[in-house]
T-cell receptor, first 112, second 115 residues
């Protein structure tokens, strides 16, 4: 069964600190992996997409990594800000059937 | 401004009521989607439309009835809902559902509560 597991389920960090969110998947063969940010009361917004050949991609203070061999991705947030408080959702697209498989998300709270 | 607008933002209804959720996208996309989001669970894809034709129905109960009159508008008609249907309903759009690298653009959702 194609699955996407995210950890931790929730996380609290102090403003200015770094953090790393994890995404492990079993979807195979794999087409791409996308990270979304969902602010409270809002819809998800795409942060970055990783394809099979990419290992690292940055979007400002957000850096996503991908290890297609171990089927793991991480999202690293540098110098966190209060506005980073949100749910972060990992979504993997399989090749067959072009299906999207969603993780349950990691809820991040940044406090001052 | 997300480009995808959902109304209403909040809806409280009884189990015997009939209501509709509306979604409109201003992005020129040809694919539209309905998702259900429950607390601590992954998003569940409900329906997919491409060029206003339904291309996917993920075994959704018939008490949810989608309608897509054109590529810019999507409705979800609700009737005889159950308490477990309380959730955030998200609409999304993309260029086409079969283009693998295209992101989906989400609306801000309708928070539905069934009494």
């Amino acid at each position: 069964k194609n699955q996407v597991e995210q950890s931790p389920q929730s996380l609290i960090i102090l403003e200015g600190k770094n953090c790393t969110l994890q995404c492990n998947y079993t979807v195979s063969p794999f087409s791409n992996l996308r990270w979304y940010k969902q602010d409270t009361g809002r819809g998800p917004v795409s942060l970055t997409i990783m394809t099979f050949s990419e290992n690292t991609k940055s979007n400002g203070r957000y850096t996503a990594t991908l290890d297609a061999d171990t089927k793991q991705s991480s999202l690293h947030i540098t110098a966190s800000q209060l506005s980073d408080s949100a749910s972060y959702i990992c979504v993997v697209r399989g090749v067959y059937g072009n299906k999207l498989v969603f993780g349950a998300g990691t809820i991040l709270r940044v406090k001052s | 401004e997300t480009g995808v607008t959902q109304t209403p933002r909040h809806l409280v209804m009884g189990m015997t009521n009939k209501k509709s959720l509306k979604c409109e996208q201003h992005l020129g996309h040809n694919a539209m989607y309905w998702y259900k989001q429950s607390a601590k669970k992954p998003l569940e894809l409900m329906f997919v439309y491409n060029f206003k034709e339904q291309t996917e129905n993920n075994s959704v109960p018939s008490r949810f009835s989608p309608e897509c009159p054109n590529s810019s508008h999507l409705f979800l008609h609700l009737h005889t809902l159950q308490p477990e249907d309380s959730a955030l309903y998200l609409c999304a759009s993309s260029q086409l559902s079969l283009i693998p690298n295209q992101p989906q653009h989400f609306g801000d959702g309708t928070r539905l509560s069934i009494l």
